[in-house]
């Protein structure tokens, strides 16, 4: 286990470049990236390049209007406070696979392809304090369980 942990480290600390492909980029010009990594039960870890959405007006917008996202490139719900968390995807343009994330990292819940536009909505089996929204799809390609966790936010 310290040596999947030091794995992933280094893996974070090998990524360089922040995809940014997000389209169009300025609806998120206000939100910050960072690198998160997931470490999944397949005994694999995934760096991806996030958008922090924080502020009550970030997460309100969200993925809003956005076109199009690099592979491996997601955004991050973070709540203060544990709750049960409702999503919907009203104004979204792409396909979404949402990550429901607990207060200790581990993955709670996973919503896989999102219904684009719809109004329906998502919400999380039990309280969380992230939501990680990644391209629809993304969370079976990389083998994304429950109980993988959020290992890092750099």
Not at 9 to 14: G, M, P, R, S
Not at 40 to 65: F, K, N, P
Not at 140 to 149: L, P
Request: with cysteine.
């Amino acid at each position: 286990m310290r040596r999947r942990v030091m794995l992933c480290t280094v893996l974070l600390a090998t990524v360089t470049a922040v995809a940014q492909a997000a389209k169009p980029k300025y609806y998120l010009a206000d939100f910050t990236m960072t690198t998160a990594i997931i470490e999944t039960s397949a005994l694999a870890c995934r760096a991806i390049s996030i958008y922090l959405a924080d502020s009550r007006q970030q997460q309100a917008q969200g993925l809003m209007r956005i076109e199009q996202l690099d592979k491996h490139e997601g955004m991050l719900f973070r709540y203060s406070e544990p709750a049960v968390i409702t999503m919907w995807m009203k104004n979204t343009y792409i396909s979404l696979d949402m990550v429901f994330i607990r207060q200790d990292g581990r993955v709670a819940a996973i919503a896989r392809h999102t219904t684009p536009m719809s109004t329906t909505r998502i919400t999380s089996p039990e309280q969380v304090t992230m939501v990680l929204e990644l391209n629809a799809g993304f969370t079976e390609d990389q083998s994304f369980e429950v109980d993988d966790r959020l290992l890092t936010i750099n």
